[in-house]
């Protein structure tokens, strides 16, 4: 099956730093999305991005779909972006990485 | 916005006991996945449906079954849970084969003990 390869695995930002989290994949997709885990274990939504640049307040997303690979940048970070990042990929299905867990410290 | 339900935040069951885990979604969406995560492991596709009384294993199916009878509703089934199935389970959805986004429900804890 398709491989989904996030990094950096742990990521520790001080309040007001800006990050990127890279998402690679070993076959083309369909579509690639961006997820957050809140503390109660909810995935959140963050961007549906098969290919481009989209963005949404601080975060934006970039997909370049040719090279297989995604970026997730956070700009001036808040304690409230804290969690746990997934990557997904659907190809036949919807497959994620392992994640990339944030820890912003005030 | 799109909804997705799961029956319950947290369940603690028995060893050998018959366990359903319910998902429902409003919005019509064709395609339904029941996931579970564990630590380490990440999130793991165990059943996905892509219409009324179809399914299809995904990755770890084993000691699992699952129930498709109306578009809005679908069933995870531990047929004797296990406490090697003590995990986090997370049901999506979404709309159809052409548009994939998924969007997720807000997860069950099971305990089995």
């Known amino acids: 099956g398709i491989q989904v390869e996030q990094s950096p695995p742990d990521l520790i930002l001080q309040e007001g730093a800006n990050s990127t989290l890279r998402c690679n994949f070993s076959?083309?997709?369909?579509?690639l999305q961006w997820f957050h885990q809140n503390p109660w274990g909810q995935l959140i939504n963050l961007f549906y991005i098969p290919s481009g640049t989209k963005q949404n307040g601080r975060l934006s997303a970039t997909t370049v779909a040719t090279e297989r690979y995604s970026l997730l940048y956070i700009s001036s970070s808040q304690t409230t972006d804290s969690g746990v990042y997934f990557c997904a990929v659907t190809h036949y299905k919807l497959s994620f990485g392992a994640g990339t867990t944030v820890t912003v410290r005030a | 916005d799109v909804k997705v339900t799961q029956s319950s935040r947290y369940l603690v069951k028995r060893t050998g006991e018959k366990v359903f885990l319910e998902c429902v979604q409003d919005m019509d969406h064709e395609n339904m996945f029941w996931y579970r995560q564990d630590p380490g492991l990440g999130l793991r596709l165990i059943y996905f449906?892509?219409?009324?009384?179809?399914?299809e294993k995904g990755d770890i199916p084993e000691g699992y079954s699952v129930s498709r009878e109306k578009k809005e509703r679908f069933s995870l089934i531990l047929e004797s849970a296990s406490t090697n199935q003590t995990s986090m389970y997370l049901c999506?959805?979404?709309?159809?084969?052409?548009?994939?986004?998924?969007?997720f429900g807000q997860g069950t804890r099971l305990t089995v003990v």
């Open positions: 449906s892509y219409d009324v009384k179809m399914k």
């Open positions: 999506a959805s979404s709309l159809d084969q052409g548009n994939t986004e998924a969007f």
């Open positions: 076959d083309s997709v369909n579509n």
